[in-house]
């Protein structure tokens, strides 16, 4: 089974979305949890985070390095090792929450609830779908390398998810 299946979305009054995805990743959660949390391991699969303080309520600057966008935020839970949410102006709520599958395995329940029309939540799903593939490349120890980031792969997620919502 991949670790990134497609995603779940469903309309929360009009241009609001809540997006689902659950991830499958071989690897412990005390391992996965700085990935989402440490500004070093955002780094390698999702942005940089030019502000970022560790804690309940603390202030987080998110910079996409695929596309030079910044979103800032608060952290709005923390529950170490298991939840982190991010709340940000632009990409909404982010949250991860981590659930280990014996000694050697995580599942992430992820939900993002934002604004936008149709074609932002295909954007958002192809998006995420994508970054959670580099997730998984970076927890096999090859962080992304955002100077050769190309289009192609989310170009490909996004018409499935366009195809798939028409279904």
């Known amino acids: 089974m991949p670790p990134v299946s497609h995603a ?15 991830v499958h990743l071989p690897c412990a959660y005390e391992a996965l949890w700085p990935a989402l ?14 502000v ?5 309520d603390g202030a987080v600057t998110l910079c996409w390095l695929n596309s030079g966008a910044s979103d800032s935020g608060h952290i709005t839970a923390w529950d170490v090792e ?3 949410e991010y709340t940000l102006a632009e990409h909404g709520r982010i949250r991860f929450h981590l659930e280990p599958v014996g000694t050697d395995s995580t599942v992430i329940r992820f939900l993002n609830e934002r ?20 997730l ?3 927890m096999g120890g090859h962080p992304a ?10 170009a490909q997620l996004r018409s499935s998810y366009a195809s798939f ?3």
């Open 8 to 22: 779940t979305s469903e309309g929360r009054g009009e241009d609001r979305w809540l997006l689902r995805f659950e």
């Open 115 to 134: 604004e936008g029309s149709h074609d932002d939540r295909l954007d958002s799903l192809a998006g995420w779908h994508h970054h959670f593939e580099l």
């Open 136 to 138: 998984e490349t970076a």
């Open 52 to 56: 970022l303080e560790r804690r309940l």
């Open 145 to 154: 390398e955002w100077s050769r980031w190309t289009d192609a792969r989310w």
């Open 82 to 84: 298991r939840v982190v």
């Open 165 to 167: 919502a028409r279904t």
């Open 37 to 50: 949390t440490t500004a070093e391991g955002l780094r390698g699969w999702l942005a940089a985070a030019d």
